[in-house]
């Protein structure tokens, strides 16, 4: 998050002060020194997890080799990394699906996961996260999409005709070039851009190298070249809002207060005008996720916004409802509906009269939204502003109650 004063290093201090500010990253600004993570001799620094199938190291290469009846077996680093560059080079069997896990973890106890309106348990020892697919059916050309493994399935699939699909060389050896920079994952496959995925739900985690299960054993997959460069990691960073909400102030009509850290925000049908609670700095780039619980009336969290027109604010609006397009984005004295969720997909991730979790990412021209660890609105080479005051909003002329707690901000960790 970055605000505009004459340094871009500095405290927000007011509603939502944050500890550090967040640094945007470019391919160029991550071309450092690429190490190597295999010795090529042995798997010291690895542990096999997972299913039973072979690993064995030959001519400098991880050869991994199914084994009928077994589980997805991962050949994972013991370290854990938070923010890299990531370079191998691949070469699967015909027949046999291979993947290669980032920031992935696997626990010792069963754990829980909330995802939209489910809980999707994982097996204790269960490797699960991230996956860089490699894929053997041609028919398909998924390889160097993003899969979720053990979790939450496809998040960035590669269409089945596009460029980047055609780039996969099945039978022969594919370089793979995965950037992780905060909560933004990008895929080249053999130089071409293949995912780019904005996610944050995990920031750290292992490497590890799949065998995928199979009804067949003896087919081989190899993987060769694994170096990587470190590039330290990203956290979600406490927003506590302030006594007397310092740095922020209240415009148009409804009644906001600051209750055991939570904002509880109120308004009467009666008064027409809305409400809002304002940051008083400009705000451009950001990625912020909060808690919300809406009883009655419509709200929202206001960004890239500024104080004008007859809303009193003008400007991007993520949907805050106690029914109806939670989580879609509206353009406020602008162009309405930029997206707006279909209400099969609003069921699927939102939980009416309880609290939920949204995560709001605005980067240069692309803006995505995520409520419950689902995502509900995705914004690409926007058109519109890229800077803007923060605000939660009471709509005018309805009766209104919200809640807001527990705001955090993604940032660089020094």
Known sequence: MRFHRASQSFAFTKLLPALLCFTAFTSAAVAADLKPIFDGKSFAGWTQRGGKASYAVENETIVGTTVKGTDNS???????????????????????????????????KETTYPFGNKVLKIPAGRVHGYQVEVDHRPERRWSGGIYEEARRDWLNPIGTNSPASQAFKFGGWNHYHVECIGDSIKTWVNDMPAADLVDSETLSGFIGLQVHNSD??????????????????????????????????????????????????????????????????????????????????????????????????????????????????????????????????????????????????????????????????????????????????????QDVEVYFKDFEMLAKVE
């Open 74 to 108: 991962f050949m994972c680093t013991e370290k854990e990394y938070g923010d890299f560059t990531l370079d191998l080079e691949v070469n699967a069997d015909k027949g046999l699906n291979s993947g290669v896990q980032i920031r992935s973890r696997a626990y010792e």
């Open 216 to 397: 067949t054993s003896g087919l081989k997959v190899r993987f060769r070249n694994i170096r990587l460069a470190d590039l330290g990691r990203h956290e979600w960073k406490p927003l506590p809002v302030r006594p007397e909400f310092e740095g922020a102030h209240i415009i148009g009509q409804g009644d906001w207060k600051l209750e055991d850290g939570v904002v509880h925000g109120t308004h009467r049908a009666a008064d027409p005008e809305h409400g809002h609670l304002v940051t008083d700095q400009t705000v451009d780039d950001f990625t912020i996720r909060f808690k919300f619980k809406s009883v009655k009336g419509n709200s929202g969290f206001y960004f890239r916004s500024e104080e004008k027109g007859s809303a009193g604010m003008s400007g991007f609006q993520a949907e805050v409802d106690p029914v109806n397009d939670v989580g879609g984005l509206y353009e406020t004295s602008g162009r309405a509906w930029v997206i707006k969720p279909s209400v099969d997909d609003v069921k699927k991730y939102f939980r009416p009269q309880d609290w939920n979790t949204m995560t709001v990412s605005a980067h240069g021209k692309r803006i995505v939204v995520h409520v419950n660890g689902y995502k509900s609105a995705e914004l690409l080479n926007d058109s519109g502003r890229t800077e803007g005051k923060l605000a939660l909003q009471l709509h005018g002329g």
